[in-house]
């Protein structure tokens, strides 16, 4: 085999698919269409000679052989994403694409300063992934990530980034509400609040239902502080999580990412007071 016949599109595909044991699974994280990611397998197979992948109950998983390529083809991948992470690194024009990912109800409360931070930067084209999924910075699957990490862990210390402020939660719930809405069925924490005994009236596990479900008098649940203004809190704030700014060092000295990661930081801190809830 001469390395000239590599085609590093159809490693790439190689890597997705272990990692996701599953063509479609791979299609959708590549956005290829599922034919080309089995085409793409066929060419490597073709080309190497061996036989990639066999197919389990649980999925796909490489063979012996594929074993061994993909020990190296993460390595090649890993060399690629450095590359560009760097070719990134050096740009730098205040124009371009710049992908930000944040938890769904940050992201809404950030869409006004998000709004005027495009109006202010024209040039910079703002890719919003607003999803609780973390995002790989280090694969460039997103350049600047919003995380809330909880009871003081601290961020991946392979990224950089500042605290941009510290959340609270607190118990919810209109007057009379009596019964608890919980994102599951049993929450162990019930106990700790005064409401230790009191029944879980329904299951909701997407957070920003949840607080509309509360809001509408449903049930009392906990909930971050910043999605509930004006609804009465029936506990002190207490404060669980702080709110992280984060990238791949690779990437710090870009300006536009730059300019991005001081805006969020300067919007989180003046909404500072929606994340302490009540006084």
Known sequence: MDLNDLNWDDIRVF????????FRQAAANLRMSHPTV????????????????????DGLHPTLE??????????VEGAMQSLARRAQAADT????????????PMARLLLPDLAAFSQEHPGIRLIIKASSAVFDLAR?????????????????????????ITGSWAVYGQPGAT?????????????????????VRAVIQD???????????????????????????????????????????????NPRLKIIRDALVA???RHQHLFDGPT
């Open 207 to 253: 957070v920003a239902l949840l607080a509309q479900a509360c809001r509408d008098g449903m049930g009392m649940a906990r909930l971050p502080c910043f999605l509930m203004d004006k609804v009465p809190n029936l506990t002190q704030p207490e404060k669980v999580y702080d709110v992280w700014v984060l990238v791949h060092p690779d990437l710090r000295r």
């Open 179 to 199: 019964h608890w809405l919980s994102p599951h069925d049993d929450p162990a924490w019930v106990k700790g609040t005064p409401f230790p005994n009191a029944p």
């Open 140 to 164: 460039m699957e997103a350049d600047v990530a919003i995380r809330a990490m909880y009871d003081g862990r601290q961020p991946d210390p392979s990224l950089i980034g500042r605290k941009a």
């Open 38 to 57: 089995r085409r793409r397998l066929e060419s490597l197979e073709e080309t190497t000679g061996l036989k990639l992948f066999q197919r389990g109950v």
């Open 267 to 269: 919007a989180l801190q």
């Open 15 to 22: 890597v997705a698919t272990a990692r996701a044991q599953s």
């Open 93 to 104: 024009r205040m124009h371009g694409p710049v992908t930000l990912t944040a938890p769904p």
């Open 66 to 75: 594929g074993q061994e390529l993909l020990e190296a083809a993460t390595a």
